[in-house]
């Protein structure tokens, strides 16, 4: 080999080794600022949250129910039968925080609530321990209330006639058994035309997808309302499309409504006449205080949660920026409100994964803000 030959190969052999330097050390060096800025993520997860006994919470020492309500009736709540996502090994069945807290929201004005499944008897359930709060613990701890969730009716048993509104729990097991259902297409009717108020969360709106009235319209039709949004389904389950048998709000404008919707994971209740439609878990408190609202009652004050708190934060976050968000976290702080940090965390992490770089540096600044107030705090 000539000696220009031998010179060109070995600089040739230099550039291989000095590329493939420069991307181990570029790759190296990645995935260390991943490791310390995960590492600075974790630090700023609430690890206090579920030791500070909640989990031992009764509906006895919950201040909002503590004072007897004058009896106005009964609400029906149903939940769904289904424990497998159609053809999957994924679990599913009812949102737990969806039934409990419009369980205690319809108790607390004065109405009792009866648990009813499409088969009857102990229907699956999903519990979020990263969602659950005093209340969702008290649900768990209620004798009387777990006592008609163990032994849930059968809604061929129900008799419409007997319940001033229906209120439709959400979890993605709805899917499957809520559509098409003859008991709840006639529950619903009957429900309705008796005056009656019809409610539903996040993906509980399936019970409305084939509802015919008497008319012969849709219950649908012309009507708005809310549910899981496609967005909110497909982050979460990019292969929804082939495991349900529809996308709820798709189905929902199919069959002739208007959808109205918040930003995703961000609270929306729509009340349309008597019938009260939320988005998703985080809009369960305010869809079950309209629909006793809608039934001509003021619906008795309560104390504003950690997690309605965050989530109002978001809001503000996301419809008009970070200065007013942490303008909004000041006067939260001043007033020495509770805040559930990691549900903010979370939503810097789904914008992470989003790659809105700006929102998630924003919102883990945030975070760290509450985390400061939480500390001094204590």
């Known amino acids: 080999m000539s000696s220009l030959a031998q010179q060109t190969a070995q600089q040739s052999t230099k550039r291989f080794y000095a590329t493939w330097q420069f ?13 310390l800025f995960l590492y600075g993520l974790m630090g700023l997860v609430d690890k206090s949250a579920t030791k500070n006994g909640v989990k031992m919470t009764q509906p006895h020492q919950l201040a909002y129910l503590s004072i007897p309500a004058v009896p106005k009736g ?17 679990s599913t069945g009812y949102e737990l925080t969806e039934l409990a807290r419009a369980y205690y929201v319809f108790q607390a004005n004065g109405f009792e609530v009866d648990i009813a499944s499409p088969l009857g008897g102990e229907p699956p359930v999903v519990i979020d321990n990263d969602d659950m709060g005093p209340f969702d613990y008290a649900f768990l701890n ?26 439709f729990v959400g979890g993605k097991g709805t899917m499957f058994d809520f559509p098409n259902n003859p008991d709840i297409a006639n529950i619903v009717k009957q429900i309705y035309e008796n ?9 509980g709106p ?23 949004t496609n967005t ?10 082939t495991i349900f048998p529809f996308l709820l709000e798709s189905e929902l404008v199919k ?20 019938v009260v439609t939320g988005q998703n878990p985080w809009s369960v408190w305010k869809t079950a205080e309209a629909i006793i609202m809608q039934l001509g009652i003021q619906a008795r004050p309560r104390e504003i949660t950690d997690e309605e708190h965050s989530i109002a934060l978001l809001m503000t976050f996301k419809d008009q920026g970070y200065d007013a968000a942490a303008a909004y976290l000041k006067a939260l702080t001043q007033q020495q409100k509770p805040i559930k940090r990691n549900l903010v965390l979370m939503h810097a992490i789904v ?22 107030y939480q500390e001094v705090s204590k």
């Open 255 to 274: 069959a002739g409504a208007t959808f109205e919707k918040a930003q995703d994971y961000m609270e929306q209740v729509s009340v349309d006449g008597k």
């Open 74 to 90: 009964k609400i029906l709540a149903v939940v769904t039968s289904t424990a497998r996502m159609g053809n999957t090994d994924k």
């Open 23 to 35: 991307w181990l050390i570029t790759f190296v060096t990645i995935i260390v600022i991943l490791g």
């Open 351 to 372: 914008a992470g994964m989003q790659f809105e770089i700006r929102d998630t540096l924003n919102l883990i600044i945030l975070t760290r803000s509450i985390k400061r």
């Open 232 to 241: 909110e389904e497909l982050f979460l389950i990019p292969e929804a499309e």
């Open 206 to 228: 399936a019970a409305l997808v084939n509802v015919t009235l008497s008319n012969g319209e849709s219950i649908l039709n012309k009507r708005t309302v809310t549910s899981f």
């Open 142 to 167: 209620d004798q009387n209330a777990q006592q008609k969730v163990i032994n849930s009716l059968a809604l061929n048993s129900i008799e419409p006639n007997d319940y001033k509104a229906v209120y």
């Open 195 to 203: 005056n009656g108020v019809i409610g539903a969360v996040c993906h």
